[in-house]
């Protein structure tokens, strides 16, 4: 008997034209490590609070939901993580936090000693528990999460995007208490997830959404195939795609180790054009920076001289709290350093800028008032950007209600009518799945293409290695490197792309597939 | 220990929230109750040296200015609106100004300045983890607020911080432009930060549906033990607490003021009541001095 079975289920929310959830069957066993992906809007979150009675959402739920044979209950035998970091916190102070579930079960004080004690020991969480929550970065605020979760000690754990908003390393540390607790403790674990990288060697069982159904399920090496094949091919990882566009044969390798060994196998690969950038006039420059937000606290910026040039496409690299966001506020004239200058020979007007968070760009309750209010300060003709960006029929939607992607193009759009020389993005690939991601390169491609030079910070480095013409790398508030993706991977050794990891020390085949259409 | 402080914390504030809110508790009430020149001003002396061993008096510092104007205006107002009294010092125009009404303005200035020096110490030892600790044991639901609304007020402040600058990128602007169009912009801002919290705050109230809040009854972490320490200097605090009350309401350390003032003059039952009322006040400082002992005996 499955551990949890779910039987020809459908969910419509109320007022809802189509249902989010359509007829949807599925089994998974106990201790499996269980993987959720399908592009935003394909009904995973929906799923997934499904089998939480505490939080299912409201609207017309038919079919079964099983759980060892029985209906759900509201019991905490089930473990829910959400996505955003921030927004699950409740409490001011680390151990408040963390006990909060606990107390809300009632358990004795003495039980909640011992059973923080062990917990707090398991996460290596003792230097944060008089911490303040805020204090804590994106990764440390989402493992908090997860610590307070299991102590109420549930024999499933549901995770929905937990990576979504954290860095690459945190998102590995993260995944890594993950595999544990499947691995040590047989927990039943099922996660979403956009970036599938990471999460492919580890799941025993993959599904794919689509449009509220599950199109695509099985073992992974099994359905990579299938995927591939598909419309969402974007889904598959570097490595794999590589094998299937070279029409490799035997096991799909999934991890960089597997990957080596197939390399070394001897495959052919065939020589691409990099790609040539005409390096434009300096239209931006920042000499000698330094910026900090409190009078006595450390810089955050601290001696940077950075240039722009015209026509370029720079990403900006960098681990959480190096000084990124804050540089491109400087940069944008939102911030004032301390000491140095930003010489632009441009007008504020003409650089735009898009925040980390879409949701605060919007001031008005719709994008149309929004793009109204735009034209009335800087003028402009909204139809043919809306037209090329696809998000003409979003007017009157409140921006709240619109999906990431959707979000960022509608904020996208208000920057575009003050017709920017210059973009600054904070972030933008940030929790967006692979086909949004696309879509975002292919705007922004079209926009570099006709002379809009773009600067982002970003944490993929599959997406700057892929687009950008000049990488640059920020570490303790300054650019200690930059130069042109090909050469920028190559020296580094966690900063790097897959394909770098794959032909690394590897002669004969190196610098052939930077640029290879995945 | 749970929470220690960033620095060694001292005796006082190693104590069970219980004994240190007692006292505040304590202190609090006898400040508006002994309105007696001398009690009121040895109280202040005690107080500040409370402060000056928190924290070198930086703390009083900061609202000096605030306490001293308090003070000022109550002993210039008191008189203005008050003419009772057999002593009359001098008349203005109509205005009788008399002994009785100033010397009753000034005893309440010292004890509004007592309570505010003691609200600095408040502020310092009870720090909102106690506080919460206390009430959740009582009031579990006003627990919980209590919680939210410490996480939510920094919160907001971040938020507002970070709209301003992804607004200011816009072009809106509160602290350029015509007034007009400043104001507008705030209002705007404030509707977008609320708009904003309020989505985000679904997804809190979900977090916390998720691990079972509302479920049941509460229980509360202990943060703090009930050590016999702890309930050693409850006893001392509670039986002087009684016995100040006692010669309190048998009319010691009370300066008369209507129908016929006192003289300041403190009677032998005074000074009893007086030595008790200082011991009570001096606890924080006393059991520095016995961690002190301590320290020496045990070496």
Known sequence: ?518 | MMFGEQSMPNQFERFHPLVTFSFYAGALSLLILMLHPVFLGTAIVVILAINYRQDHLSGVRRWLIFMMTTGLLIVIFNPLFNERGRHVLFEMGQRRFTLEAVTYGGMNALSIIGVLALFISYNEIMTPNKLLFLFSKFMPQFAILLMLTLRFIPLMKRRLAEISVIQMSKGISVTHGKWKGRVKAAMQYIQILLTYSLEEAIQTADSMKARGYGSGIRTSYEYFRFKKMDGLALFYLVMLFLLILNGRFSGYGFLNVYPIMESCQLTKMDTFTLTLFLFFLSFPLLTEIGGVFRCRLSK
């Not at chain 1, 597997?258 to 196998?265: A, C, H, N, T």
């Not at chain 1, 959707?406 to 940030?430: F, G, S, V, Y």
Request: aromatic share 8%.
């Open chain 1, 1 to 518: 008997m499955p551990f949890i079975e779910i039987n020809n289920v459908s969910f419509t929310y109320p007022d809802a034209a189509i249902p989010a959830i359509k007829n949807l069957s599925l089994q998974i066993e106990k201790g499996q490590f269980v993987v959720l992906f399908g592009s935003s809007g394909s009904g995973k979150s929906t799923l997934l609070r499904l089998l939480k009675k505490e939080i299912q959402p409201h609207g017309e739920l038919s079919g079964e939901i099983l759980v060892e044979g029985r209906p759900l209950k509201v019991k905490n035998e089930i473990g829910f993580v959400f996505q955003d970091p921030e927004n699950q916190v409740v409490a001011d102070d680390v151990l408040h936090e963390i006990v909060f579930g606990l107390e809300n079960l009632g358990i004795t004080p003495n039980e909640m000693r011992s059973r923080v004690a062990e917990m707090v020991h398991f996460f290596g969480a003792e230097p944060l528990l008089h911490r303040k929550t805020h204090e804590l970065s994106g990764g440390k605020k989402q493992q908090i999460n997860l610590a307070s979760v299991l102590l109420m000690q549930p024999n499933i754990l549901i995770l929905d995007e937990p990576t979504a908003q954290l860095d690459p390393v945190s998102s590995r540390e993260l995944l890594d208490i993950l595999i544990r607790l499947n691995d040590e403790f047989g927990m039943t674990v099922i996660l979403a997830e956009h970036r599938l990288e990471e999460v492919l060697p580890l799941a025993d069982k993959i599904f794919m959404m689509e449009k509220g159904e599950i199109s695509i399920e099985g073992d992974p090496r099994d359905v990579l195939k299938e995927i591939w094949n598909s419309p969402n091919h974007p889904f598959v990882p570097t490595i794999p795609s590589l094998f299937f566009s070279m029409n490799g044969q035997g096991i799909i390798p999934l991890t960089v180790k597997e990957g080596r060994k197939w390399v070394q196998s001897g495959i052919q690969l065939k020589k691409e054009h990099k790609k040539f950038v005409s390096i434009g006039v300096e239209c931006l420059k920042a000499k000698d920076i330094y910026f900090r937000y409190e009078k006595k606290s450390d810089f955050i910026l601290n001696e940077l001289d950075f240039s722009l040039h015209k026509g370029e496409f720079y990403a900006l690299l960098g681990g959480n709290g190096s000084g990124k966001s804050t540089f491109l506020k400087v940069l944008g004239g939102m911030l004032k350093p301390e000491k140095g200058k930003i010489d632009s020979k441009k007008k504020r007007q003409t650089i735009g800028y898009l925040p980390q968070n879409p949701k605060l760009f919007f001031i008005h309750d719709t994008v149309g008032k929004e793009i109204q209010d735009t034209i009335e300060k800087w003028g402009g003709e909204p139809a043919p950007i809306l037209e090329n960006l696809g998000i003409s029929h979003l007017m009157n939607c409140h921006p709240y209600d619109l999906s990431g992607g959707e979000l960022q193009k509608a904020a996208i759009a208000c920057l575009l009518m003050r017709k920017p020389e210059i973009l600054l993005l904070d972030e933008p690939t940030k929790g967006l799945d692979p086909i949004s991601k696309r879509n975002l390169a292919n705007i922004l491609f079209q926009l570099n293409a006709e002379g809009v030079t773009i600067l982002m910070s970003t944490h993929d480095i599959e997406f700057a290695a892929l687009h950008a013409s000049k990488c640059g790398m920020m570490f303790q508030g300054r650019i200690t490197s930059e130069g042109q993706p090909e050469n920028f991977f190559q020296g580094n050794f966690f900063y790097t792309t897959m394909i770098q990891r794959l032909f690394r020390g590897l002669d004969t085949v190196r610098e052939t597939v930077e640029s290879c259409e995945l």
